[in-house]
């Protein structure tokens, strides 16, 4: 099983073209009077992990159930994750949001992966902002065109995580889960 999940981390990064947000539109799963600034504050070019996320937040510990931890949300936003000053020659793809969608303060056992996955019709991608400052990306590294990031030695701390839409595509229902166990 950790042989399959190490194969299908290998990415592939093609080309895309730019998303057809509005600025301030509103999220479909959002309250009425909440808006997401998708191009974010003064037209930012690039995410923000200090943002308070968008769906949320949770605690988990090694061994934590139910597994996996499942959040709905909607990908995308207006910041092209390949062109982003602090994600530069990380491989990273899709467009993303400012703010990041979820934040998870995990702590860990030191004997499971973490595992950060996403799952949705369209194609999304996953940049994530890791305890130790580094930003990890993945595109198709699940199954489909779903992603897939496994961290095989996670850290104990903050993850905030973007789900991003790859292309041009509208705003996309999607569902990112937390695992020790599975990935999307």
Not at 101 to 129: C, E, F, K, M
């Amino acid at each position: 099983m950790k042989q399959q999940l190490v194969a299908i981390a290998v990415i592939a990064i093609g080309a895309f073209s730019a998303p057809a947000f509005a600025q301030n539109e509103t999220t479909p799963s959002a309250p009425a009077s909440e808006s997401r600034n998708w191009l974010g504050a003064d037209g930012a070019t690039q995410p923000n992990a200090a943002l308070a996320p968008t769906y949320g937040e949770v605690v988990l510990e090694a061994g934590f159930t139910p597994d996996p931890h499942l959040i709905g949300l909607h990908s995308g936003g207006g910041i092209d994750a390949a062109a982003a000053p602090n994600l530069g020659g990380r491989n990273c793809a899709g467009y993303i949001a400012e703010a990041p969608d979820y934040r998870v303060q995990y702590t860990t056992s030191g004997d499971d992966p973490l595992i950060i996955s996403a799952r949705s019709a369209a194609d999304t991608t996953i940049v994530v902002h890791t305890p130790d400052s580094q930003w990890r990306c993945n595109d198709d590294g699940g199954l489909g065109l779903n992603p897939s990031l496994i961290l095989t030695r996670p850290q104990s701390g903050q993850y905030d995580i973007w789900v991003g839409t790859y292309g041009a595509a509208a705003l996309a229902p999607a569902e990112l889960a937390i695992s020790e166990v599975v990935s999307q």
